[in-house]
């Protein structure tokens, strides 16, 4: 979604998973509008419910959709750190060993 900054005058790209956390903000806490930080100059640009649901119709699948992806995520990066964590550990006691007989 492309979005003009009403400050600075430049376009920017509104980032797909913002907006659907924007819509999420808007349909929880009652809100008609949302601010959405501009790239350039980080200000808040004001966005209406309307036009983000203009935008996203069915944004609310995309945002359980979004949230699937995320938890995926988490479960491969958890995944990832506990590998790393593991293999960190023994080069480090061998390390030691080399230092203590020097
Ligand atoms: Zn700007």
Excluded at 24 to 41: K, M, Q, S, T, V
Excluded at 42 to 64: F, G, I, M
Excluded at 65 to 82: C, H, I, N, S
Aim: net charge positive.
């Amino acid at each position: 979604m492309q979005l003009k900054c009403s400050h600075c005058s430049k376009m920017f790209a509104l980032n797909k998973d913002a907006a659907l956390a924007g819509m999420y903000a808007i349909e929880n806490e009652g809100l008609l509008r949302y601010d959405f930080p501009c790239d350039h100059c980080q200000r808040a640009n004001r966005v209406s419910s309307e036009r983000l649901e203009e935008t996203y119709p069915n944004w609310k699948e995309e945002y359980d959709d979004m949230l699937k992806r995320a938890a995926k995520f988490e479960k491969k990066q958890a995944a990832l750190t506990k590998q790393a964590a593991e293999s960190k550990g023994k080069p480090k006691k061998e390390k030691k060993k080399r230092n203590r007989n020097r």
